[in-house]
T-cell receptor
């Protein structure tokens, strides 16, 4: 079985400060990891993914994430947060044994002006 | 190009009624997923269609839920005899066949279902 944990319900950060949204995962095979963002009353938008290769993945809107196999983590980061980054962020994982994504509960990010 | 579309955007129904939710995936996307998003619960997988293969229905919560995909394109999720606990946002996503199954899913805006 595959699962994702996003331990913090809400992340508050001041505009201009670094933003980190944590994600740990559990899979039985090789992990394929994804981050999505959901703005109010909108569907989920893809940010970035890790399939293989370089552990540091760069994505949309200045976001990046680092795959850490030993810690089974895939934390999302942005060096300087914007007020417009305030949204709900979902981490997701699937292993190479099936086609289904397992999503975390999501983290509400609030960027304070 | 056009993204994934869903209709209706909002649906209010009475307990016990049947509802149908529609999803139009991105043209050419062979994989289609349905998820349910409840407040504070994240996304719950419901069903997965891939081309002409038998769908993966393992996420459907009860036999009141069913889905079909006609002609490999449009999909309809049907909930019979709706209950209040069915109230949620129902999200549809599609994925292109390129690069195998590593591709990301593209999500529609969702249908917000309220069962009174």
């Amino acid at each position: 079985a595959q699962s994702v944990a996003q331990p913090e319900d809400q992340v508050n950060v001041a505009e201009g400060n670094p933003l980190t949204v944590k994600c740990t995962y559990s899979v039985s095979g090789n992990p394929y990891l994804f981050w999505y963002v959901q703005y109010p009353n909108r569907g989920l938008q893809f940010l970035l993914k890790y399939i293989t290769g370089d552990n540091l993945v760069k994505g949309s809107y200045g976001f990046e994430a680092e795959f850490n196999k030993s810690q089974t983590s895939f934390h999302l980061k942005k060096p300087s947060a914007l007020v417009s980054d305030s949204a709900l962020y979902f981490c997701a994982v699937r292993d190479d044994g099936n086609n289904r994504l397992a999503f975390g509960k999501g983290n509400q990010v609030v960027v304070i002006p | 190009g056009a993204g994934v579309s869903q209709s209706p955007s909002n649906k209010v129904t009475e307990k016990g009624k049947d509802v149908e939710l529609r999803c139009d995936p991105i043209s050419g996307h062979t994989a289609l997923y349905w998820y349910r998003q409840s407040l504070g619960q994240g996304l719950e997988f419901l069903i997965y269609f891939q081309g002409n293969s038998a769908p993966d229905k393992s996420g459907l919560p009860s036999d009141r839920f069913s889905a079909e995909r006609t002609g490999g394109s449009v999909s309809t999720l049907t909930i019979q005899r709706t209950q209040q606990e069915d109230s949620a946002v129902y999200l549809c996503a599609s994925r292109s066949p390129g690069q195998g199954t590593y591709n990301e899913q593209f999500f529609g805006p969702g249908t917000r279902l309220t069962v009174l």
